[in-house]
């Protein structure tokens, strides 16, 4: 929660501190500056201030995340629940044929492709990492809906008149979100990594805006130039990871009661 709470204390007021002409400002004469007190994370091959670029690019890097999570659970939760509560040709349909369709393809690889036809832009890249993101919240709260409307609540309400949708929203869903919590932490995670990975390959937001991916892919080329080029933002990128991946194991165990220590 630290890593977390602090990397989005970066991104909300960085700016105030951190004024934007910095992040594409040029020292050409200054190029590979190592970090000294004017710029504590040195410069890049342009004379850039990499500490201004960081600060701008983690503003990108939790906005996708953010997006991404926002609207690939929504699709997910939607799907899950009504392929789990309807049963029959409905579940068979959603899950046995387009879960598996969207499984059966990697999912960098299904992301690169989508993004190589749209194009290079932060809204495609938000689409192609919706496309392959949704199918892991939908197959998680299937499972869970399958599992709680056979519960004796349930039938009591369905035995009490209830209609489904309030079966669904109001005695369902409640009892199968929280692992929906879990996976959404986590997946804050790999969407992140994902824009990463395809901003790396020249796939995600263009340039100038700075992004973690392009920094890493700019500079694995003069590493032997300027090493800070290099350490920065994959350290960025790699607390980010795992910020999200250790808040999402806490989630795990304090939402479920058998996971607790003892």
Excluded at 64 to 77: C, H, P, Q, R
Excluded at 97 to 103: D, E, I, Q
Aim: aromatic share 10%; with cysteine; glycine share 10%.
């Amino acid at each position: 929660m630290v890593i977390v709470v602090g990397l989005l204390l970066v991104a909300l007021v960085g700016p105030f501190f951190i004024p934007l002409e910095r992040v594409t400002f040029q020292d050409l004469e200054r190029s590979f500056d190592p970090p000294s007190w004017q710029h504590p994370m040195g410069l890049d091959e342009n004379g850039r201030d990499i500490l201004a670029r960081i600060v701008y690019g983690a503003r990108i890097s939790l906005a996708v995340g953010v997006i991404v999570v926002a609207i690939s659970a929504v699709i997910g939760l939607l799907l899950g629940l009504l392929s789990g509560y309807a049963g029959g040709w409905v579940d068979r349909f959603i899950s046995g044929f387009w879960f598996n369709v969207f499984l059966a393809f990697p999912g960098i690889l299904l992301a690169i492709a989508t993004v190589a036809f749209l194009g290079a832009s932060l809204a495609n890249l938000i689409f192609a990492l919706c496309v392959i993101g949704w199918v892991g919240y939908a197959r998680l709260i299937r499972a869970q809906v399958l599992k709680v409307r056979e519960y004796d609540f349930v039938t009591a309400a369905r035995a009490l008149g209830a209609s489904d949708l309030r079966i669904l929203f109001r005695h369902i869903l409640p009892n199968a979100v929280q692992p929906l919590i879990v996976q959404a932490s986590l997946g804050m995670a790999g969407a992140i990594l994902a824009e990463a990975s395809l901003s790396f390959l020249g796939l995600g937001i263009p340039p100038p805006t700075p992004s973690w991916g392009a920094m890493l892919s700019d500079a694995r080329t003069h590493f032997a130039s300027g090493w800070h080029l290099t350490v920065f933002p994959a350290a960025m990128i790699t607390l980010t990871v795992l910020g999200f991946n250790l808040l999402g194991d806490g989630l795990r165990e304090w939402l479920d009661p058998r996971q607790r220590p003892r």
